[in-house]
């Protein structure tokens, strides 16, 4: 049995250790209010938007087609999100795992894939076996519109100019705070909606339909590609709220066990000094 000192510096860092587990939990709870809050606002836009824009995928007289028309797929761009931070669990290592998924799909057997990264966590892990084009961490030292419209503008660039025939997007979605879903979405070329009579619904269109349909393509490009980050954001605080209330509940089983440890041994070694001083006066009245 370790002695009192040894069992008195562990329960002194464990309780350093609850406290800052403790606090993290916390500011994690207040963080994941905005951005849930956030998310959740966006999310009906986002979707009537997607929605909207599958549904004029069927016009033949888009001037955008070569973001919606499929053609040869050489290679593969996945852009894998996770968090820059740790401390969240498997969060970032579940990324990893889906992507490495969409690489072993047949219909990927022997065509090259590249990944483009968001998130400083799921770089580290890709750079080192897999070819990473760029890295765009800093997306969430501010997070907003204009800065993820930059990497979204950069992903139809690449599918544009063929250097990329397949984009597809994977990241955690935001369900609560501890229920994180993985999700794997073609970004480009823009999917066709299956469902009846989606491509021939009545639209009225003004000023013109090229007009409009060649400014929504892009707009809904980057809208997908923001609530992707945004429900990665959310779903990063909600997890690492999860991670660091389990640590804490861990942290205070162990404090109690380590404590109890302590009393045990405190009391063995005081009955061990009674039951000296009990002999040696028995010695002495011999």
């Not at 000192?5 to 403790?22: D, F, L, W, Y």
């Not at 089983?253 to 009674?274: C, G, M, P, V, W």
Request: with cysteine.
């Amino acid at each position: 049995m370790a002695n009192l000192k040894e069992i008195r510096i562990r329960i002194a860092s464990v309780s350093s250790t609850m406290q800052i587990t403790s606090a993290m939990k916390m500011v994690s709870a207040a963080k994941l209010k905005k951005a849930q809050d956030a998310i959740t606002a966006m999310r009906p836009y986002s979707n009537k938007l997607s929605e909207l824009m599958q549904g004029l995928n069927g016009s033949n007289n888009s001037n955008e087609k070569s973001f919606t028309s499929k053609r040869k797929v050489k290679k593969v761009l996945i852009v894998a999100i996770s968090s820059n931070r740790g401390l969240c669990g498997a969060f970032n290592a579940n990324i990893a795992k889906q992507a490495n998924l969409i690489k072993s799909r047949e219909e990927f057997k022997n065509i090259e894939i590249n990944f483009l990264s968001i998130g400083k966590k799921i770089n580290d892990i890709l750079q080192k076996t897999e070819k990473v084009i760029q890295n765009d961490s800093d997306v969430f030292e501010d997070l907003n519109y204009e800065r993820v419209s930059q990497v979204a503008n950069k992903l139809m660039e690449l599918y544009i100019t063929e250097d990329y025939d397949h984009v597809e997007i994977v990241y955690n979605s935001f369900k609560n705070a501890a229920t994180q879903i993985i999700k794997s979405e073609q970004f480009l070329p823009i999917p066709i909606s299956e469902k009846e009579g989606a491509e021939n619904s009545d639209y009225l269109f003004e000023p013109s339909q090229e007009l409009i349909v060649s400014t929504l393509i892009p707009k809904s490009l980057k809208i997908q590609l923001f609530k992707a980050i945004r429900d990665s954001f959310a779903s990063e605080h909600g997890a690492r709220m999860t991670a660091m209330h389990k640590a804490t509940d861990n942290a205070s089983e162990l404090r109690d066990e380590l404590k109890l440890t302590y009393n045990k041994a405190r009391q063995a070694s005081i009955t061990n000094e009674i039951l000296e001083i009990v002999g040696g006066a028995e010695a002495l009245n011999n």
